[in-house]
């Protein structure tokens, strides 16, 4: 079965960094876009970043512009986010997952991972 494992979540104190990591369990997605999602519990989805399958386009959301970075490295097949300067309201269950178009929005991405879990104390 196709999907994306996340990895890299873990408890970090408020001003500290983590960096997730995305890749394909089953296939390759040549030409597709990544993003980076996360669910607070009792939340919705929400779009935290995504990159084009060249890396040309990168888009965040206006929450994290400035302190997280995402990145690919086609060669390897993985998808990275860089999270920095953290905040408890960064805490989250945090997901990739791939679009054929680099996109806002949730129900453009398909192949979703189980999640790796971001906590963020104050």
């Known amino acids: 079965q196709v999907q994306m494992v996340e990895s890299g979540g873990g408890l970090v104190q408020a001003g500290g960094s983590l960096r997730l990591s995305c890749a394909a369990s089953?296939?390759?997605?040549?030409?597709?876009?990544t993003g980076w999602f996360r669910q607070a519990p009792g939340k919705e989805r929400e779009f935290v970043a995504a990159i084009s399958w060249t890396g040309g386009r990168t888009i965040y959301a206006d929450s994290v512009k400035g302190r997280f970075t995402i990145s690919r490295d086609n060669a390897k097949n993985t998808v990275a986010l860089q999270m920095n300067s953290l905040k408890p309201e960064d805490t989250a269950a945090y997901y990739c997952a791939v679009s054929p178009l680099t996109d806002y929005s949730v129900s453009r991405y398909n192949y979703w991972g189980q999640g790796t879990q971001v906590t963020v104390s104050s």
């Open positions: 089953g296939r390759t997605f040549v030409g597709y876009a």
